[in-house]
């Protein structure tokens, strides 16, 4: 992993929880585990399938980690839980560019303009 000061890490929590009802022996492809990598260390991962079964990794050919399952018939229930600590570079900042009032925006970017409801 390239080297940054602890302060310009951010930690992020990813995960998945998944429940199925299976009626026979069905494979399933899962795509939810973070690689190690150049910008991105995974810190603390777990996973859990209900009932346990093998997972098999087969890592593609841009790196991403698909597990290969074979669930039993009944419930069948996966989890992932990951830390992972990626660059958290300081937001550019544009002092030269150009400033538009609100009022002469076009309608369409006005969206553009609240904040996100993914990040408090």
Do not use: N
Request: proline share 15%.
């Amino acid at each position: 992993m390239e080297q940054h000061s602890s302060a310009s890490l951010l930690h992020v929590r990813v995960g998945c929880d998944v429940r199925y009802e299976v009626e026979h022996p069905t494979p399933m492809l899962f795509l939810v585990e973070v690689p190690d990598g150049d910008e991105q260390h995974v810190l603390q991962a777990t996973q859990i399938t209900e009932p346990p079964v093998p997972i098999e990794r087969i890592r593609d050919g841009y790196g991403s980690i698909v597990w290969r399952v074979v669930a039993p018939p009944g419930p069948f229930h996966l989890r992932y839980d990951a830390v992972v600590a990626v660059p958290s570079p300081p937001d550019p900042v544009f002092l030269d560019l150009p400033k538009t009032p609100i009022e002469q925006l076009p309608g369409e970017v006005i969206s553009y303009l609240w904040p996100t409801r993914y990040c408090p």
